[in-house]
């Protein structure tokens, strides 16, 4: 990679394109901001993201509805004026389910990208400073984890058990933790051997604290670039999760639970019961998508790759 | 480094990582509850008769001993028997995989015909209405779960237009496959789709950093004209991270054809695959994925290779 980006101009972008850049750029604030808002798609997904979080948060206080109990009298209703997105196939009122499912979904694609970004920067960093054999042991498991694809070891996992809200994040978290170690690895191996850290070790300070005081800290923008990527691509894997047989038990739900339910009904033309909650999915994985891009332009980072 | 160590070197890291990839397997499957005896013998089964089918399968061993167990056998080219289906695992494996085979190599070929183009033309075109159009179109195609996709697209060309039948080709043979091209189409188009998004960003991505360099403006400057320049040399090396993106490709091409191939009920690994795990039929299920982990790491390696053969760049060291 040598090529000189322009002053001004931002780099590409893309869920997975891998534009020039300076690692760890020394950016100021400001200019950070002013580089993210002048990316529309990443305001636009920041808004789509607060306007999701208030619908499924807020959106029962002014929609209250029943999620618990069927009411069999009132199944598989056409969108009417009562229930403005229709019924299912026992009675729940699809607008309020799509809010009851979309905090299952957020939270859980969240906190599993979360994880996912924590787990692989620890693994990446520790990798990328110890160098040497550790490294390359620690980083061949790594390839191993991206051989074995996601879906088959979560429909393996799903012959095996049907866990929480809680065992499903853990889960998510250790099927997608590799991409962000090979980012944090890289940047530590530029960061390790900067003069900061020399001097630090010169002086007696251990190797936790060089990672933890100096490594970490330096990684902050390819850090939070990965875990913005990474949430996109943990509530898209919640979709999924429900498909596979693994997802969140009844009466609870999220969105890939309402669209593995609602599958033969769109086949009887029940389109209500799927159109929603499949948009809902893709406006939030494309919103994330989007501010990871912004973000990464704003932060002028390498992305993942 | 000479290309002679730097194979000897890929060929052996790739060994470890396969020899990972078994280690893991082995120990999730044998994380679960109940056991294979169980699944078995069904519900009914005493204590005896489960004890006597975990000795005459060698499951009442040590996992270490049962994993060098296995070692052997796979050596052996056994990857077991089916518990369900009752047939040698490598040989449902042998009949299945051909098919997925079809399946992701026709997605990949019609995903990387419309990405590359796309992602140049994107990049000739950066930030005008064709640009942000495409790239909004690539986020939403990325964004989308191939199940959904594959709904949609049944709903709308095979029950609003009857145009097209809403089942993959059947049939055991690849001629019975290709007798049903019109079966293919929307399991490919299914498959290909995030991949075409990926792709053309990764094409636009490459091809912008390649028209800022030095030797794009050079050729500028002594009169070479614009398409020239971007098919004959642009094109060509734009194309090295491509190739060696598309060996990190492969597992979630595989994915990908998991889901098609059930939604689809096209019988290929991917559907055998779910079947088995609907029956906890382990031994099918470790077969499969390790075989598609092996397909995973020497396609990494042929992209490696590749990008170092057709890139003098990457053997300096310098790409």
Redesign the interface.
């Known amino acids: 990679m040598s090529a000189v980006l322009q002053p001004g101009q931002s780099p590409g972008t893309g869920p997975l394109a891998d534009p020039p850049g300076d690692t760890a750029g020394a950016v100021g604030p400001r200019l950070m901001v002013r580089r993210f808002t002048r990316n529309r798609l990443a305001v636009a997904g920041l808004v789509v993201i607060v306007l999701f979080l208030l619908f499924c948060f807020a959106g029962p206080l002014l929609h209250p509805t029943d999620q618990t109990h069927t009411t069999l009298s009132q199944v598989n209703l056409a969108p009417s004026a009562r229930h403005l997105l229709g019924t299912d196939a026992v009675g729940h009122d699809e607008l309020g389910r799509l809010m009851f499912g979309g905090k299952v979904s957020l939270l859980v694609g969240l906190a599993a990208g979360l994880l996912a970004t924590v787990i692989g920067t620890l693994w990446g960093a520790a990798a990328g400073y110890a160098g040497g054999w550790i490294d390359a042991a620690m980083m061949r498991v790594v390839d191993a984890g991206i051989a074995i694809p996601a879906l088959f070891i979560l429909l393996v996992v799903s012959a095996i058990s049907t866990p929480g809200v809680f065992g499903l994040v853990v889960i998510l978290g250790l099927v997608s933790w590799l991409v962000p170690s090979r980012l944090v690895r890289a940047e530590t191996l530029t960061l390790k051997n900067r003069d900061y850290v020399h001097t630090l070790r010169a002086i007696g300070g251990t190797h936790t604290r060089a990672i933890t005081r100096h490594i970490l800290p330096n990684s902050v923008s390819t850090i939070v670039v990965a875990a913005t990527f990474q949430v996109a691509d943990a509530i898209l894997l919640v979709a999924y999760v429900s498909y596979l047989g693994l997802g969140v038990q009844p009466p609870a739900t999220d969105w890939g639970g309402m669209l593995s339910a609602g599958l033969t009904a769109a086949y009887s033309g029940r389109w209500w019961l799927i159109l929603p909650p499949g948009l809902a999915v893709i406006l939030v994985v494309c919103a994330f998508n989007a501010i990871g891009d912004g973000l990464r332009d704003a932060f002028d980072v390498r992305g993942r790759a | 480094m000479p290309t002679f160590l730097y194979l000897a070197r890929r060929v052996l890291?790739a060994v470890?990582?396969?020899l990972?990839?078994t280690v893991?397997?082995f120990c999730?499957?044998h994380?679960?509850?109940g056991g294979p005896a169980r699944g078995i013998l069904g519900p009914q089964a005493t204590a005896q008769q489960i004890a006597e089918f975990n000795r005459q399968q060698g499951l009442d061993e040590p996992l270490p001993v049962q994993y060098l167990y296995y070692l052997r056998t796979l050596l052996h080219g056994d990857l077991g028997t089916s518990y369900t289906l009752n047939e040698p695992v490598a040989q449902l494996i042998e009949q299945r995989l051909p098919k997925t085979l079809v399946l992701t190599v026709l997605s990949a070929v019609v995903a990387l015909l419309i990405a590359i183009p796309l992602g140049m033309w994107q990049a000739v075109r950066r930030n005008k209405p064709v640009d942000y159009v495409v790239?909004?179109l690539?986020?939403?195609a990325?964004?989308?779960?191939v199940?959904?996709l594959g709904?949609?697209l049944?709903?709308v060309f095979s029950?609003l237009l009857p145009w097209l039948p809403a089942q993959a080709p059947q049939g055991d043979t690849l001629a019975q496959v290709f007798a049903d091209p019109a079966g293919l189409v929307l399991p490919v188009v299914a498959g290909a789709a995030s991949m075409i998004?990926?792709f053309s960003?990764?094409m636009?991505?490459a091809t912008?950093?390649?028209l800022?360099?030095d030797y794009v403006r050079t050729a500028r400057a002594g009169g070479s004209r614009r398409n020239a320049l971007l098919w004959r040399h642009v094109f060509r090396n734009s194309l090295t991270?491509v190739v060696a993106?598309l060996g990190?490709y492969v597992?979630?091409l595989?994915?990908g054809a998991?889901?098609v191939e059930q939604l689809f009920n096209y019988p290929g690994m991917g559907l055998l695959?779910?079947s088995s795990?609907?029956s906890?039929d382990y031994p099918v299920?470790l077969g499969?994925?390790l075989v598609?982990?092996?397909a995973?790491?020497v396609g990494?390696l042929i992209a490696d290779v590749v990008q170092r053969i057709i890139d003098p760049r990457v053997k300096a060291g310098?790409?």
């Open positions: 890291q470890v990582v396969i990972i990839v893991v397997v999730l499957l994380a679960l509850p790239t909004t690539s986020f939403v990325y964004s989308t779960p199940y959904f709904l949609i049944v709903l029950q998004a990926v960003r990764y636009r991505a912008l950093e390649n800022s360099e991270p993106m990190y597992p979630v595989f994915g998991l889901v695959f779910w795990a609907q906890s299920l499969c994925v598609i982990s092996i995973t790491v990494t310098r790409a």
